[in-house]
């Protein structure tokens, strides 16, 4: 469910609002398909190194033992700041949704929800898991009913009483807007939409019986992909037009679920899709707040150490406070919305997440090419890999690092052609540098560590090493893959899990097997 809950949020219901305004029918549809695939294909070699591996900081963590510290480093940050303004962002989404009734103060119900959220967080971590499995059912209730009522909306079960059928994709501008810059600009809105599925693996750590959840969860995300995002864009593009007014300006950003359900021809449903969505970002915000505080503790004891050692404490009920009051700190910026609106204000903190999400599906196709690299150099059979997605093999890597490398450089072509505009280009394009300083600051700062013999260890970045009178300097941290220690950290199967996969087994056989198969594939 956790799934499920971190990719249904506002990125969908109220991000495909600013993509169909923006790009158009055809490019919502395009570039939701192909960031789907991308999302697909990452998951599943993140599902190969968490099943593996299911430590604290996930793929920041694989990132810093399989390819650089340097550069896990400056990604861990980079991922804790995504959270953390992920946060700032739906927080913000709350303010836009509550203008379908009311225009009075919406940082009201801005702050409210922070303080929910981390009284929510800052109990035992059932309590955040409890509260995401409702508001995820509640959402996979909501997009299966407004899949149906799409339908009927488009047949003609609408205000009109018209027949919509392919309308909307042949008046003026449609069904490309904007051309290959709307086209390139709805990469990062849909980025944003599919962003929390990598935080899959930073549940890892705290998930009953890792080595049976974690492969179950990505084997199924392609499904949820297609039923809960293509085919809900496909009807958006079939029965909204481009145009409409209010989809998406500086001060306000309308759902296009909420205008769908209102097209049956009761305001009381847009009203439920409107309180649905409000409930989203609900979760989205507890998911981005859950994922940043344990990134946070992750870096706060990692080997070595990338962040101060009070971020480490924990509660007697094992939740780390101090980094929890560290990340939901950072969620003010959403008040900045008074100022400058709050749809402006929900598209900067759009681009900046998307990109950041982006960032981190790069850095786990990284990862996992060292990874599986040094699994086959140092002589270990795949068939000793708890999960292995063997159709990727041995293409999966690359095509992740290179699609998503062309999606970061691309998608800010509208804010340099025709007209260059600073704002939105630094929204696109600002975490770039920003890592880069992170990886040199890391780079200076650290003294390299003396060495032990310990197999596995890391060279110092800066490493001179004589070789008769020539002298050998390396210039970068990449971790030595044939000397990498693959056995530690490896997860062992405890009696607990052996009972659940027994008694998982039990049931399948038994009489009522088949509607416990039916749970299984639900649920």
């Excluded at 225009?103 to 967080?121: A, D, E, M, R």
């Excluded at 205008?259 to 009203?271: C, D, I, Q, R, T």
């Excluded at 649905?276 to 706060?300: E, K, Q």
């Excluded at 406070?321 to 900067?348: E, H, K, N, P, R």
Aim: aromatic share 14%; charged share 15%; hydrophobic share 45%.
């Amino acid at each position: 469910m956790i799934a499920i809950g971190g990719t249904i949020g506002t990125g969908l219901f109220l991000g495909t609002g600013k993509s169909l305004a923006e790009g158009g029918p055809a490019s919502m549809l395009l570039c939701y398909g192909i960031v789907g695939g991308i999302v697909y294909v990452t998951l599943l070699l993140l599902g190969e190194m968490a099943t593996q591996y299911p430590v604290a900081g996930s793929f920041n963590a694989y990132a810093t033992r399989f390819f650089s510290p340097g550069y896990g480093f400056a990604l861990s940050w980079n991922y804790w700041f995504n959270d953390a303004v992920s946060v700032a962002s739906d927080l913000t989404a709350a303010q836009l949704v509550l203008q379908f009734w009311t225009t009075w103060h919406p940082w009201v119900i801005s702050l409210v929800f922070w303080v929910f959220l981390v009284c929510i967080n800052g109990a035992h971590v059932r309590a955040y898991g409890e509260l995401e499995y409702w508001l995820s059912f509640l959402k996979v209730f909501t997009i299966v009913l407004f899949i149906i009522l799409g339908i009927l909306v488009n047949v003609g079960v609408n205000r009109e009483h018209e027949y919509i059928g392919g309308r909307y994709w042949h008046i003026e501008g449609a069904p490309f807007v904007g051309g290959f810059g709307g086209f390139a600009r709805v990469f990062v809105t849909a980025s944003f939409a599919f962003g929390g599925t990598e935080s899959l693996g930073i549940t890892a750590g705290e998930t009953k019986n890792p080595s049976r959840n974690m492969p179950r969860v990505v084997k199924f995300v392609f499904w949820r992909i297609l039923l809960f995002y293509i085919l809900s864009i496909a009807l958006i593009g079939l029965n909204i037009p481009w145009n409409y007014p209010g989809l998406s300006t500086r001060s306000t950003t309308t759902s296009p679920f909420t205008l769908v359900f209102k097209e049956v021809g009761s305001n009381v449903a847009g009203s439920f899709m409107n309180t649905v969505i409000l409930t989203s970002v609900l979760s989205a915000g507890n998911h981005a707040l859950f994922a940043g505080t344990r990134v946070l503790y992750g870096l706060s004891t990692s080997s070595p150490r990338q962040a101060p050692h009070i971020f480490s404490m924990t509660t007697p009920g094992g939740v780390p406070l101090a980094a929890l009051i560290a990340t939901s700190s950072v969620s003010v910026l959403c008040f900045g919305s008074s100022f400058i609106g709050s749809g402006v204000l929900w598209g900067w903190l759009q681009n900046i997440v998307g990109v950041s999400n982006q960032i981190a599906w790069l850095s786990i196709g990284l990862a996992s090419w060292r990874f599986r690299k040094a699994w086959v150099l140092q002589g270990r059979s795949i068939e000793e890999m708890k999960f292995r997605a063997g159709w990727t093999w041995p293409w999966g890597p690359p095509f992740v690092v290179i699609s998503v490398a062309t999606l970061i450089l691309v998608q800010g072509w509208s804010s340099v052609i025709p007209h260059f505009s600073a704002v939105d280009f630094v929204s696109f394009y600002i975490e770039i540098p920003a890592m880069v300083v992170m990886y040199v600051g890391w780079v200076v700062m650290r003294r390299p560590p003396k060495p032990t013999g310990q197999v596995g260890e890391q060279r110092p970045l800066l490493h001179v090493g004589c070789v008769g009178t020539r002298s050998r300097v390396r210039w970068h941290d990449l971790v030595d893959v044939q000397n990498l220690d693959l056995k530690r950290d490896e997860y062992e199967e405890v009696d607990v899990d052996r009972i659940d996969d027994a008694k998982r087994q039990k049931r399948l056989e038994g009489s009522a097997g088949w509607l416990w198969r039916l749970y299984y594939l639900v649920a």
